[in-house]
């Protein structure tokens, strides 16, 4: 039977397309540092101890550095005060992303991995621009993990890492839920956690296992879709080329097209349930979609997702 020819950027990961999505990402990066509303900014938290820049004073707890202690505030109000500083902190981005078969697919535009392998580019590049460090975990059918690293070098590791994967992955399967816990091990406490998966891979684990994710790290999903799985297809015999080769699907009648929907549809509405319970924000975007909406909306915190 004869294979299916790779075609960068359609069924396979492209690095050069991954590499020139810098371009758009920081120009929407430029443009919404404007707007006050980074799509990955600089962060910052109030600290016990010294920092870079003075916030404000409060009163003396059992355990506050004596040499932090405001002596002014604490002359003027007869009790002790501590100086809190405020300092910029650089935080880690981890790209978790799904290397099962079941994203090796897609009948609009481009396969579900390459159009995750898109989306993964932006964030890594914006965030990487704000002066977040980015790393990337694969699971499913490839288990590897990339260090978060800083810097345009740190970015360039992750992009090769996407492209060596999804070139390599094979037929192996991972439930979601140890994905989930490989990551919990390996993000570090305040950091962001990206998963992009279709949902496929969902186990009956996975929202236990995503809640206490989101627990320790600020985790956001990104679901991405086929046209088929979100649509009912119009009356037609549909040919499917698979690795083994050519399969044909009749989906004349009405009943038979919504089962089929609902058929490709069921991993993607776990994981949107699991998210839904385990209160954690997500967005869903098709293959011929631009991702970059939504994975801007989808890191603007002031933006509800539903």
């Known amino acids: 039977m004869q294979a299916i020819a790779a075609i960068e950027g359609v069924t396979a990961v492209g690095l050069s397309e991954l590499i020139a999505l810098r371009r758009q990402a920081l120009r929407t990066y430029a443009s919404s540092a ?3 509303v980074p799509l990955a900014g600089a962060h910052t938290s109030h600290l016990r101890g010294r920092g870079m820049d003075y916030a404000e004073s409060r009163a003396y707890q ?40 079941s994203m090796r697919f897609g009948t609009r535009a481009r396969f579900k ?23 990337a975990l694969a699971f499913g059918a490839l288990r590897d993990a990339v260090t978060p690293h800083g810097g345009t070098r740190g970015v360039l590791t992750v992009l090769g890492a996407l492209a060596r994967w999804d070139a390599r992955a094979g037929e192996q399967t991972e439930p979601l839920s140890e994905a989930l816990a490989r990551a919990r091990q390996l993000a570090l406490p305040a950091s962001r956690v990206l998963l992009l998966s279709d949902g496929t891979c969902t186990d009956a684990d996975a929202q236990a296992a995503l809640a206490r994710l989101a627990k320790r790290t600020e985790t956001r999903v990104l679901i991405v879709a086929d046209a088929l799985e979100l649509h009912v297809p119009p009356p037609g015999s549909y040919a499917f080329e698979t690795p083994q080769g050519r399969t044909q699907v009749d989906l004349l009648a009405a009943a038979t097209r919504l089962r089929f929907r609902d058929a490709l549809s069921v991993g993607q509405r776990a994981l949107i349930e699991a998210c839904d319970t385990a209160g954690v924000r997500w967005r869903r975007i098709a293959g011929g979609d631009d991702p970059l909406p939504a994975v801007s909306a989808l890191l603007d915190p002031r933006k509800v997702l539903r």
């Not at 500083?85 to 981005?93: A, G, I, K, P």
Request: glycine fraction near 6%; charge should be positive; avoid cysteine.
């Open 34 to 36: 404007r707007m006050r």
């Open 113 to 135: 991995s390459v159009q995750a392998a898109r989306a993964a580019a932006l964030v890594a590049w914006s965030a990487a621009r704000a002066g977040d460090r980015v790393g």
């Open 62 to 101: 059992p355990g506050d550095d004596a040499r932090a202690i405001d002596w002014r505030r604490t002359a003027r109000s007869g009790r002790p005060h501590t100086k809190l500083f405020r300092e910029e902190r650089e935080r880690s981005l981890l790209l978790l992303v799904d290397t099962h078969a």
